[in-house]
Nanobody, 115 residues
């Protein structure tokens, strides 16, 4: 069983930066895949970024070059550093983990990019 809690969302101006955190219960060293997804109003949930236990990363096309995913196994925490934010990045961001054949989701954190 894995519990995920996101934090770090809020209001940010276009062009600004924000860092999201996802704290996982227990050790995340053995979690196969962790990642971030987002869902904007009226749209389907989409991939933002994933990171596997070996450290390899994958990004959605819309965030490549602007967002960076990382994980700190010692702190059982995953991060999403977001830069050059755009209004279209506005969404609820969800933390995700795949562990022992099961998928786990956090409750989500709202990121709003607006002037």
């Amino acid at each position: 069983q894995v519990q995920l809690v996101e934090s770090g969302g809020g209001l940010v101006q276009p062009g600004g930066s924000q860092r999201l955190s996802c704290a996982a219960s227990g050790t995340i060293f053995s979690i196969t895949v962790m990642g971030w997804y987002r869902q904007a109003p009226g749209k389907q949930r989409e991939l933002v970024a994933t990171i596997i236990s070996g450290g390899s990363t994958n990004y959605g096309d819309s965030v490549k070059g602007r967002f960076t995913i990382s994980r700190d196994n010692a702190k059982s925490t995953m991060y999403l550093q977001m830069r050059s934010l755009k209004p279209e990045d506005t969404a609820v961001y969800f933390c995700y983990a795949f562990f022992k054949g099961n998928s786990y989701w956090g409750q989500g954190t709202q990121v709003t990019v607006s002037s």
